[in-house]
């Protein structure tokens, strides 16, 4: 958190980021239109917890915490020895392993293209549509100091 | 990479607890064989040694795992969250054969509980070297065979138990059994 770190893989941080912010039902839309998956075993949860948030708030840009979150992780395997990950924001343990296991199968080159299409690549748009559609309205609410400094 | 990731515990709260539970009687009677619950445990890890470090090792205490084990230092690190580090300042130790005691932290007279657990694997605790143990919780001496401890154990052992209150505990682990050695207990060969 505090130092810049190197992101080994930007890639699969952008798909991991896509499905922790998308919902079981989206995830599982996506996937069944993939065929039937590979199986897979469970190695971790998926199980919630709290996570600290923490956050630069005072002009000074040292850590605060803000607060607690839940947050549900879960790890599995596929059989080919593929280990995918989830963390996400909530209860949703279906989430979590659906995010998990895309993560797993995301990373064999066989389904990487085949989910970014079905997938991840849908759920990045839809994602990306929500973000431009706030950032539309609150810009609608922005107030303009200098505009009435000068109609003063 | 992690290609020999297994699950830990199938039921983590109620397994960590009865292992727990059997880590304690262990201690609390020494020489006394607890089993502990199964765990699928990554080589070179007997499922009782893999059982107790998940029950006792956390992200908030220092493990020192043996080099020789270093196969399954990959699986604690994910499953515990702990830090592995050196041998001088850690809280649980695990290892293949006996280290060198005197290496560990026996914590100070002021806090002795600041010691390290020694967890070590062994192959037997039914054939092998038999020892006579007394002390604290044993009413009358306590037999316990283990097969798989250095030949001069009870020499090495008297030199961490003449450091009471200091010192380390031992934990024995083959199979799903564990037994415990406080460093409360005297340790003769028999």
């Known amino acids: 958190m505090t130092a810049e770190t190197a992101d080994p893989d930007p890639a699969r941080r952008r798909w991991m980021s896509v499905l922790a912010r998308a919902g079981a039902a989206e995830i599982e839309a996506g996937l069944a239109m ?59 343990a279906r989430q979590a392993e659906l995010a998990a296991l895309t993560d797993a199968l995301m990373q064999h080159p066989d389904w990487t293209d085949r989910l970014e299409r079905t997938v991840v ?5 839809v994602q990306e549509a ?3 559609d706030r950032a539309a309205k609150a810009a609608g609410t922005k107030v303009q100091f200098f505009a009435m400094q000068t109609t003063r | 990479m ?14 960590a607890q009865a292992c727990f539970r059997a880590v304690l009687d262990a201690l609390a009677h020494p020489g006394r064989i607890r089993p502990v619950p199964p765990v699928e445990a990554p080589a070179p890890l007997c499922p009782a040694a893999a ?60 806090a002795p509980d600041n010691s390290a657990t020694v967890i070590v694997q062994v192959q037997s605790l039914e054939r092998g070297a038999r020892f006579e143990l007394s002390g604290p919780g044993l009413r009358e001496s306590a037999p316990l065979a283990v097969e798989g ?11 961490n138990h003449a450091l009471f209150p200091r010192g380390v505990d031992l934990l024995l682990c083959t199979g799903n059994q564990v037994a415990a050695l406080p460093r409360s207990v005297t340790v003769r060969n028999a």
Not at chain 1, 121 to 125: E, F, I, R
Not at chain 2, 8 to 13: E, L, N, Q
Request: glycine share 14%; aromatic share 6%; charged share 15%.
């Open chain 2, 149 to 159: 401890l250095p030949t001069d154990f009870a020499d090495r052992w008297a030199a």
């Open chain 2, 51 to 110: 059982a107790v470090v998940l029950t006792l090792v956390d992200h908030e205490t220092p493990l020192w795992v043996d080099p020789a084990a270093a196969a399954a230092s990959g699986w604690i690190t994910f499953h515990t969250g702990a830090a592995t580090g050196e041998q001088a300042r850690a809280a649980f130790a695990f290892a293949l054969t006996l280290p060198d005691l005197a290496l560990l932290p026996a914590g100070s007279d002021e």
């Open chain 1, 34 to 92: 993939c065929g039937p998956l590979p199986p897979h075993t469970v190695i971790r949860g998926p199980e919630g917890g709290l996570v600290m948030v923490r956050g630069r708030i005072g002009g000074g840009g040292g850590p605060f915490n803000l607060g607690e979150m839940t947050v549900t992780r879960c790890t599995v395997r596929t059989a080919d020895g593929r280990v995918g990950h989830a963390y996400v924001a909530g209860r949703d």
């Open chain 1, 121 to 125: 690549g849908p759920l990045a748009a």
């Open chain 2, 2 to 15: 992690t290609d020999t990731l297994t699950p830990g515990f199938a039921d983590p709260v109620a397994d």
């Open chain 1, 130 to 132: 929500a973000k431009a």
